[in-house]
Each structure stands twice: as structure tokens, then as C-alpha cells.
């Protein structure tokens, strides 16, 4: 079987590659650079996925500028591995010829429940509507809408009064990781 995996250069993203490559042989990690965030929300980041310290990808690498995701060399490259499983944690949307490719299908890790918040910080809207009970993540299919393919696995976040807006994301960044690499294997065999 042979899998690829999409994501970002974050420490969230990285802990995602670790966490799959642990569970999962990664044959290939397409890495988006995403723009630097505040200091603030870094080191809050860091303490959450201090995993990554001093761990290095097992597999071949290909970096890209954010949204380059779905250019036409790296779409090429993609067709040419042929495979089975594309794992996806925080990229840009993924073209059809990306999403389509895989014959086991492009799995994704969404930080919300699709069917409260679609898109993009999707907790944060959760707490500015003042609905924490709609904060957890979802592992789905990838099809053409957003954050709209079928749900295989979906998780509410656990909150603590203390919790501030960035922690309740990290968090829910840790249960999607957590969610798809404790059910990865049973996903590969059709059995979620």
C-alpha cells in the first residue's frame, strides 16, 4: 500500500507526519510553508507538539509555497506514485486531479465537526457564536465541496474553563491527529 501525506510546515502539521508515519509507511510528505504566526501563538503551539524536537522525516519530501499545492509539477508527481491513501492536515484545497487520485481515497483531518462549521477556523466561529458543544474534529473523505465528503470519524473537544481560543484549536488540532492515527490502520482496510 503506499500513502502520501499533504500538509503544512507548523509544528501541528509535523506532529500529524510523525504521528502517521508511526502508524502508517509514508512513501512521500508534500509540505505547504505557511506564513508565521504570532510569537504568542507559537510558543503555545510548541508546548502542545514538542514531539517534533528533533524528528526528521522518514520519506522523501517536497516542499511547496502555500496554495502551489495544486500545480501542475506536483499534481504530475502525485499521479506517478499512484496512490493508495493521501492523508491531508492543513493545507490549501486540493484540486480534483489531487483528491480524485488516491484509489483508497484523500482523507483529511477537518478541526470542527463538519456539520456545525465547514472551512476554516471552525472552533473560533464555534466560540464566537457561543456553541462550544459544536468544537471537536472530523476525519473525512475529501471530495469536491468543503470539508463535505463522507465523516469516518468525528470527536468532540474536551474544554476547560482556563482554555483560552488558542488552546481550545490546538487542542482540537491534537484530537484530530490523536482520532486518525489510532484508527488509520482500520481505515487502510476498510474497516471504519
Known amino acids: 500500500m503506499l500513502s502520501l501525506a499533504i500538509t503544512s510546515d507548523h509544528p501541528r502539521h509535523r506532529s500529524f507526519l510523525k504521528s502517521l508515519c508511526e502508524k502508517v509507511d509514508i512513501s512521500c510528505a508534500f509540505i505547504e510553508y505557511k506564513p508565521n504566526i504570532s510569537k504568542e501563538f507559537a510558543a503555545k503551539e510548541r508546548s502542545f507538539f514538542s514531539d517534533i524536537d528533533d524528528w526528521r522525516l522518514p520519506c ?3 516542499y ?3 496554495g502551489r499545492i495544486n500545480n501542475p509539477e506536483i499534481i504530475d508527481t ?8 493521501i492523508f491531508v492536515f492543513g493545507s490549501s484545497l486540493l484540486s480534483k486531479e ?3 487520485c488516491p ?5 483529511n483531518i477537518h478541526t470542527g465537526l463538519v ?3 465547514r472551512g476554516v477556523d471552525s472552533c473560533y466561529w464555534a466560540l464566537y457564536e457561543g456553541r462550544p458543544e459544536t468544537i471537536g474534529a472530523t476525519v473525512h473523505y475529501i471530495d469536491s465541496s468543503i470539508d463535505g465528503g463522507d465523516i469516518l470519524l468525528q470527536e468532540k473537544t474536551n474544554l476547560e474553563k482556563t482554555d483560552d481560543e488558542d ?5 482540537t488540532c491534537q484530537i484530530g491527529i490523536e482520532l486518525l492515527c489510532k484508527n488509520v490502520e482500520k481505515i487502510v482496510k ?3
Open 60 to 62: 522523501e519530501t517536497i
Open 64 to 66: 511547496c509555497k502555500k
Open 78 to 85: 502525485i499521479k506517478k506514485k499512484k496512490p493508495d491513501f
Open 98 to 100: 489531487i483528491f480524485s
Open 103 to 107: 484509489k483508497g481515497g484523500c482523507i
Open 115 to 117: 456539520q456545525h462549521h
Open 167 to 171: 488552546i481550545v484549536f490546538l487542542k
Open 190 to 192: 476498510n474497516e471504519v
